[in-house]
Structures are given as C-alpha cells and as structure tokens.
C-alpha cells in the first residue's frame, strides 16, 4: 500500500510540473493601452521562461507573445484558456516572428523595460504593457 501511494504521488508531481511547463500564469495589475487608450478586456500572463503573452482581446490575431528581444502571433489553436492562466500545447509556444515575410515584415519596434514594454502591431497600433 505504501508502494502504491509513493508512486501515486511520484506521478502526480509529474504531471504538475509537466503542466507547469505548458502553463502561462496571468500577471495582475497590468494596464495595457492602445494607442493611449486603455483596453481593459486585456490579459497579460508569464510562463516559467520569463516570456509574456498579451491578448488584447480585440480579434482572434490580437495575441502576441514576446520571447526576449523577439515578437510573435501563435497559433490561437495552441492555446487553452483556463482562467487565471493559459494552457500552450508545447512548453516553447511557436510563434511567427513579426519581422518575417508570413508575417508581413513589420517593424514592431519591441522595447522592453523594467515592468514596460511597448511595441506596434502589424495593422499600425501602438501597445504599451505596463505592469507591478
């Protein structure tokens, strides 16, 4: 019985921390501004890797996720939301880059703060994410 219980519980650590590979945790006290006007139906969170997702929640291609010095679309297919966090189907989310071809070479102008950042979406808007 004791065996039974200590692999139970060897897998079951397993599988969170499996999940936490996957999960993207939503970050409170965020503003998030379009253009200088606050959208706030936004949601930003962050997985274990430091990376951020931003969906503006303005149109299915509205979610962007920045990755260092990159800036990227997923695939919305890829993503499960479970409030108050995000399920991706792989621990490394693909994205397209904005800067590529498929995706229109846009210039996002990424700038990454402490607690900021800003950038412009492929259709000309300028998003800033500010948060505590």
């Known amino acids: 019985m004791k065996k039974v219980a200590l692999v139970i519980g ?3 650590i ?3 921390f499996g999940l936490l590979q ?7 006290r965020v503003r998030v501004e379009s253009n200088g006007s606050q959208l706030e139906s936004a949601r930003v969170y962050r997985n ?5 997702l931003i969906d503006l929640r303005q149109a299915p291609s509205d979610i962007y996720v920045v990755r260092g010095a990159e800036i990227g679309q997923p695939n919305i297919s890829s993503l499960l939301e479970l ?3 995000v399920l ?9 880059n904005m800067r590529s071809e498929k995706a229109g070479s846009v210039d996002p ?3 990454v703060g ?3 950042l800003t950038f412009v979406t492929e259709t000309g808007k300028s998003i800033e994410v500010t948060w505590r």
């Open 10 to 12: 060897i897998a079951s």
């Open 14 to 16: 397993a599988v969170i």
């Open 22 to 28: 996957l999960a993207w945790l939503r970050i409170g």
């Open 48 to 52: 274990l890797s430091g990376d951020l």
């Open 83 to 85: 409030p108050p966090a």
């Open 88 to 96: 991706a189907r792989h621990s490394k989310l693909p994205i397209v």
């Open 109 to 111: 102008r990424l700038s």
């Open 114 to 116: 402490r607690q900021r």
